[in-house]
């Protein structure tokens, strides 16, 4: 069964510092990848995805993750960090056989002035 | 843009009582899901459903819970008899196809009393 590991429940950085947060997934081929944001009273909103070809992903609000096979991962970066990033993050997968996501635990990201 | 929108935001109701949660998903969409978060943990998979009958579900989707599509438009989950511990946020999500992007609603927080 497919399942993802976000290893950090919360991450403090400095207004303007850079940003990664990291999952890890369990598959044994390569699978769908999302990356989802939860801002306070907020739904989820789609951050980027990986499906196939270049690995380094781009996506909303200047974000960008890679994917690394190698490493089961697809970590979630941004160069600088602004206050409005501040929310919950959540990693997501879904794998051949299932078309159901399946998230991580989130992590939470406070951003310090 | 399209999203998906859920009622009420915000819902208390009394141990042993019936809740219904209310979603519209986006008008093209054929796949649709339900997942829930309780407080401080993972996003948990529920229910999805497809061509007017559920195709899958989870564990937490006990008799208790059960899922509609009354009209063309609408999307409910129901709790027969809450419990404290159904108090949670929860999730309608809707998908074009399968293994395509789940759009998310922005959530309808459940306080059990």
């Known amino acids: 069964a497919q399942s993802v590991t976000q290893p950090d429940i919360h991450i403090t950085v400095s207004e303007g510092a850079s940003l990664e947060l990291r999952c890890n997934y369990s598959y044994g081929a390569t699978p769908y990848l999302f990356w989802y944001v939860q801002s306070p009273g907020q739904g989820l909103q789609l951050l980027l995805k990986?499906?196939?070809?270049?690995?380094l992903v781009q996506g909303i609000k200047g974000f960008e993750a890679e994917f690394k096979r190698s490493q089961s991962s697809f970590n979630l970066r941004k160069p600088s960090v602004h206050w409005s990033d501040a929310a919950e993050y959540f990693c997501?997968?879904?794998?051949?056989?299932?078309?159901?996501?399946?998230f991580g635990r989130g992590t939470s990201l406070i951003v310090h002035p | 843009e399209p999203e998906v929108t859920q009622t009420p935001s915000h819902q208390v109701t009394q141990m042993g009582q019936e809740v219904i949660l209310r979603c519209v998903p986006i008008s093209n969409h054929l796949y649709f899901y339900w997942y829930r978060q309780i407080l401080g943990q993972k996003v948990e998979f529920l229910v999805s459903?497809?061509?007017?009958?559920?195709?899958?579900k989870s564990e937490i989707f006990d008799d208790q819970f059960s899922v509609e599509r009354p009209d063309g438009s609408n999307f409910t989950l129901k709790i027969r008899s809450t419990k404290l511990e159904d108090s949670a946020m929860y999730f309608c999500?809707?998908?074009?196809?399968?293994?395509?992007?789940?759009?998310f609603g922005q959530g309808t927080r459940l306080t059990v009393v």
């Open positions: 990986y499906f196939s070809g270049d690995t």
């Open positions: 997501a997968v879904l794998s051949g056989g299932s078309y159901i996501p399946t």
């Open positions: 999500a809707s998908s074009e196809q399968d293994s395509t992007e789940a759009f």
């Open positions: 459903f497809y061509n007017n009958e559920i195709s899958e």
